[in-house]
Nanobody, 121 residues
Framework: QVQLLESGGGLAQAGGSLRLSCAAS????????MGWYRQAPGKQREMVAT???????NYADSAKGRFTISRDNAKNAVYLQMDRLKPEDTAVYYC???????????????WGQGTQVTVSS
């Protein structure tokens, strides 16, 4: 089985920073795209940032210029550095990976359990 485990959420003041980490573990053959998504109360889950296996990135407009996604392929990990946080960034942040398991040719999407980020004004 494959698991994604997030860490690094918590409480920050507006203008502050937080760094989220996500590590994938299990019988992993390869990982394609990894990404961060968030869901605020009463809202749909939305993409924050994604990063391909070649390092190319994609950001939501709300994240551009403030958040930076990166990955460490050797550690099967993805990170989200969040700077200049705003109260509207408050949400549960989820890590997602498109992962190929050992012995299987198909890519599957796996999600972490989520980590709460709260930004106070």
């Amino acid at each position: 089985q494959v698991q994604l485990l997030e860490s690094g959420g918590g409480l920050a003041q507006a203008g502050g920073s937080l760094r989220l980490s996500c590590a994938a573990s299990g019988r992993i053959s390869s990982i394609n795209e990894m990404g961060w998504y968030r869901q605020a109360p009463g809202k749909q889950r939305e993409m924050v940032a994604t990063i391909a296996s070649d390092g190319s990135t994609n950001y939501a407009d709300s994240a551009k210029g403030r958040f930076t996604i990166s990955r460490d392929n050797a550690k099967n990990a993805v990170y989200l550095q969040m700077d200049r946080l705003k109260p509207e960034d408050t949400a549960v942040y989820y890590c997602k990976g498109r992962i190929r398991r050992i012995g299987l040719g198909t890519l599957y999407e796996y999600w972490g359990q989520g980590t709460q980020v709260t930004v106070s004004s």
